[in-house]
């Protein structure tokens, strides 16, 4: 990657900020306006077999969604390509398939989705997105809404005894839950890890920490973040607890203590990767590889360190029952 393409995160003297600009479009089992969200935005149609999410192990917010298309057993109806774990400014590649190119899509490179639609798409080229394999078009990448509709939109082909992601009489007890959850601790590892002054980073830590004790006390008593049954809020917090030891806690600067001294959390973060759909779409090498080679000026050796120990993750929970 020569350094003209190398990105950049860290912006002296600030702290931290989302561009949190996604196409807004959304895929809906008919035209009508969607129940949650946005007034008015471009719709298409449910049709099993014509889109393709385009999802990096490597990526968090890309990760929840390969996690949600499994646990709903939509694997038949939408496909899954995967780029690998690095990219540089123009895009993630496709570098893990046969000759670098998706053998669905057959492009190199996820921006070549964006540009047919958008010649000149001004944000940055971000996973997941779903293309339309008929034209290539990208049709979103706004990664809450791209869960949010695999649960609500495609309910007609989930597989027998898929869970209820999104509960009706916790809907919302769940929305505040997760809204802390994205803001304190999926974004504040982040804010530590890219914060451009030692004020920012102070502020980041502190927030991120007092989130991961309220969610400690909070799990001490219940198996799952909403009660008995898995629902979109533990994916969410799942991608976060799946990469902080291995990236967070030395890369992002996390270090208060490791997720393995959290006894709840840590236990809890096993049950959920020993669950079907979790630790299956977890690559702790294709992670590491991510963190440690994309985020130059933060790591700028390039090393990629070879623990922590994956097989602690194994380990008996003992919060089944």
């Known amino acids: 990657m020569t350094e003209d393409l190398k990105p950049t995160y860290v912006e002296k003297g600030r702290e931290f900020d989302r561009d949190m600009r996604y196409i807004p479009d959304r895929i ?32 968090p917010w890309a990760n929840r969604s390969i996690i949600v298309r499994q646990l709903l057993g939509l694997e038949d109806v939408i496909s899954l390509g995967t780029p690998g774990p690095t990219h540089d400014k123009r895009s993630w590649t496709f570098d893990l398939d046969p000759g670098g190119r998706d053998r669905v899509l057959g492009i190199e490179r996820i921006q070549e989705a964006y540009l047919k639609r958008y010649p000149d798409y001004p944000r940055g080229i971000t996973v997941p997105a779903i293309v339309d394999v008929p034209t290539g078009l990208v049709v979103t990448n706004d990664f809450p809404w791209i869960t949010h509709d695999l649960f609500f939109e495609w309910q007609d082909f989930h597989a027998d005894g898929a869970p209820d992601l999104w509960p009706d009489a916790l809907r919302e007890e769940m929305d505040t839950v997760m809204e802390r959850i994205f803001n304190e601790v999926n974004n504040g590892v982040y804010r530590c890890g890219f914060a ?81 759909g979790f630790g299956d779409n977890t690559d702790f090498d294709q992670i590491k590889a991510h963190y440690y080679v994309v985020h130059h000026d933060i790591n700028p050796s390039g090393i990629i360190p070879q623990g922590p120990d994956e097989s602690v993750w194994l380990e008996p ?4 029952g």
Not at 205 to 230: C, K, N, P, Q, V
Not at 317 to 320: F, K, Q, S
């Open 317 to 320: 929970h003992g919060r089944a």
């Open 196 to 276: 451009g002054s030692q004020e920012a980073y102070d502020a980041a830590f502190t927030r991120l920490f007092a989130a991961l004790d309220w969610l400690e006390s909070r799990l001490a008593d219940r198996r799952y973040l909403m009660g008995d049954t898995i629902t979109e809020a533990d994916v969410r917090l799942y991608t976060t607890l799946a990469r902080f030891d291995a990236v967070y806690h030395g890369h992002f600067k996390c270090n208060r203590n490791k997720l393995t001294e959290m006894p709840v959390l840590w236990a809890y973060a096993r049950d959920l990767y020993q669950t079907p």
């Open 28 to 59: 809906t089992k008919d035209a009508r306006l969607p129940h949650r969200g946005p007034a008015t935005v471009p719709l298409w149609p449910v049709e099993p077999s014509r889109y393709r999410l385009v999802a990096a192990r490597a990526c």
